[in-house]
């Protein structure tokens, strides 16, 4: 069964930092993998996915994810933090065969320093 | 293209009572999903409706209810409401018949139980 485990509920940058926010999976078969962001009172907006095309993956405000098969990863960085990336991730996977059913991991809730 | 929209964007029920929440799908989008969002227990899969028809449910009891329309609408309804039932309901439609695994979200309806 698929699984999706994101490493610290909150994570704190500070502005102009890295950000890395940790996510990995447990699948049968290479999945799709999705990273969604949710602004407070807002619902979830698609920020990049991986359907096997490249393993590195260009999203949408600077952010980018690299799939690493060998570590069932797929984590979301950008190389400078700003302000308006405070929210909350989410990373998903879905099986390629099947149903769309997408399981969600708990979510990561960034926080940016000034 | 519109986006996914739901109505109301906010309710406040009575414990006991009965609610009907409402999903408009973006256009030619004909799978619609439905999410329960609490701060304990993060974003739980209620159940998938595609073509009319229910393809996925979640570990939700019946007191939870969906149906889909000819023209991709859907509407869950939950009876009997209990003040767990506090949560902000996302309905998030995709675009199964073209492979496109990603899903498309609302701003959600934000429903209090007192």
């Known amino acids: 069964a698929q699984s999706v485990t994101q490493l610290g509920s909150h994570v704190s940058v500070s502005e102009g930092a890295l950000v890395l926010l940790r996510c990995n999976y447990s699948?049968?078969?290479?999945?799709?993998l999705f990273w969604y962001v949710q602004y407070p009172n807002q619902g979830l907006q698609l920020l990049l996915k991986y359907t096997s095309a490249a393993t590195l993956v260009k999203g949408i405000n600077g952010f980018e994810a690299e799939f690493k098969k060998s570590e069932t990863s797929f984590h979301l960085t950008k190389p400078s933090a700003h302000m308006s990336d405070a929210a909350e991730y989410f990373c998903?996977?879905?099986?390629?065969?099947?149903?769309?059913?997408?399981?969600f991991g708990k979510g990561t809730r960034l926080h940016i320093l000034p | 293209k519109a986006g996914v929209t739901q109505t109301p964007r906010y309710l406040i029920k009575t414990r006991g009572q009965q609610v009907t929440l409402s999903c408009s799908p973006i256009s030619g989008h004909r799978s619609v999903s439905w999410y329960q969002q609490t701060p304990g227990q993060g974003l739980q899969f209620l159940f998938e409706?595609?073509?009319?028809?229910?393809?996925n449910k979640g570990n939700f009891p019946g007191r939870f209810s969906g149906r889909q329309f000819s023209n991709s609408r859907s509407e869950m309804n939950v009876s009997t409401l209990e003040l767990g039932d506090s949560a902000l309901y996302l309905c998030?439609?995709?675009?199964?018949?073209?492979?496109?695994?990603?899903?498309?979200f609302g701003p959600g309806t934000r429903l209090t139980v007192t």
């Open positions: 998903a996977v879905s099986d390629r065969v099947g149903d769309d059913k997408i399981i």
């Open positions: 998030a439609s995709s675009n199964h018949t073209t492979g496109r695994r990603e899903q498309y």
């Open positions: 699948s049968s078969v290479p999945p799709y």
């Open positions: 409706y595609f073509s009319e028809t229910q393809r």
